[in-house]
């Protein structure tokens, strides 16, 4: 069979493994050193010098998410030193028109470099097509999520792609809460597909990195001069143990965005629930857009409390087997009134609780929520 028409799902079980030879390990080992014996001229494609700029175990995990998203991975210590290596690219005193709504953290790195003469940055609502067009001329890059964090917008990602690449304009994409077995971005005209490796990717919550993809060679020869120099390196071991979460992404993913289905039905009929952010739902503003560019609905739902902040925070406060805690994409179930982070976007409802369901049996899950918005918690 040949490898180009392996499905995702073989694609993340089988990539990045030791050829098959008799007394091969079946997974890839992990490779500690800070260096290796070399006495020809350095050369950027060398499989190793220095721990600073390769490694074996980057490269099996790299080589993973890579031919997940149709492109080549740099993997980074974490998804912010993976947005910061993003951010390099844009040419000095350049303009950068960004997602108004994605996640807090970006939204302030790109401020302060803003703020700091850098580039300018434009905030745009990436689910109103016309507007971020009609914004697009003269920029240099958009930076967007789709699904947006954690307002569940759906960009038109085809028309998007389409636009920036007849202005000359850089698309890139967070694919966090898809994932590439949900959407491919590059595919759709993005430049640069970014991923926080700590969610999905591992799905265990215990290793955090960050991940770019991209196939033009001068922007991959950019980002990894860039984190050669500012060291931004994951540890082999964390490689490790993403590359092993990786394996079981498609029957995770399978069993999450079912239970999240289910779940946002059952929170739309509830009488405390004034708003369900989740695109699989035929009321969802993004339905259709996400019906047409996604092989799923993803597991990530926000709720929005009728009995505003107090009422979110109370929720947050009696639920037993949701882990009140930051973070998604794991086996267990997370719930956050995000607003409670200060550098969430003030677009963000106060009374927004964002919602990643885990692995837990879906009935269990709905209980737990059911007794915390009855007020029975007490």
Same mark, same amino acid.
């Given at each position: ?30 490779? *500690? ?33 890579? $031919?997940?998203? $149709? ?49 300018? *940055? ?176 993803? $597991? ?79």
């Amino acid at each position: 069979m040949n490898e180009q028409s392996w499905s995702p799902e073989t694609v993340a079980v089988v990539a990045g493994r030791p050829p098959h030879q008799p007394g091969a390990p079946v997974s890839p080992v992990v490779e *500690l050193t800070s260096t290796y014996v070399s006495w020809e001229p350095f050369g950027a494609t060398d499989p190793g010098v220095y721990g600073r700029m390769n490694n074996a175990t980057w490269r099996a995990l790299e080589e993973a998410v890579g $031919g997940l998203e $149709g492109g080549t991975a740099l993997c980074f210590a974490s998804g912010m030193a993976a947005g910061a290596a993003l951010f390099s690219l844009v040419p000095e005193s350049g303009r950068v028109l960004m997602a108004d709504s994605c996640y807090g953290s970006m939204l302030s790195l790109a401020g302060a470099l803003a703020q700091a003469g850098r580039f300018s *940055l434009t905030l745009v609502d990436v689910s109103d097509t016309e507007a971020v067009v009609a914004a697009l001329p003269g920029a240099d890059w958009l930076v967007l999520e789709s699904p947006t964090n954690p307002l569940l917008q759906v960009a038109d990602l085809g028309a998007l792609g389409a636009a920036a690449q007849r202005l000359g304009v850089r698309l890139a994409v967070d694919n966090t809460f898809a994932t590439p077995l949900l959407q491919n971005p590059l595919a759709l005209g993005a430049s640069v597909v970014m991923h926080s490796g700590t969610k999905y990717l591992s799905g265990h919550s215990d290793v955090v990195l960050g991940l770019l993809v991209a196939h033009d060679a001068e922007l991959l020869e950019g980002l990894r001069g860039y984190r050669g120099l500012h060291g931004g390196i994951l540890g082999p071991m964390e490689a490790w143990l993403a590359l092993r979460g990786l394996r079981t992404l498609a029957v995770r993913l399978d069993r999450q965005q079912a239970s999240a289905g289910v779940l946002a039905e059952r929170l739309a009929g509830h009488p405390a629930i004034s708003r369900v952010r989740y695109p699989g739902l035929s009321s969802d503003p993004g339905h259709q857009r996400a019906k047409s560019q996604m092989r799923g609905f993803g $597991g990530m739902l926000s709720i929005e409390l009728g009995g505003g902040r107090e009422a979110a925070d109370e929720l947050v406060r009696h639920v037993r087997l949701w882990v009140p805690a930051t973070s998604l994409g794991g086996v267990e179930s997370l719930i956050e009134r995000r607003r409670r982070i200060p550098a969430e976007p003030v677009s963000v409802p106060e009374n927004l609780v964002r919602l990643s369901v885990g692995l837990e049996h879906v009935d269990d899950l709905w209980r737990d929520l059911e007794q915390a918005l009855d007020g029975s918690g007490e």
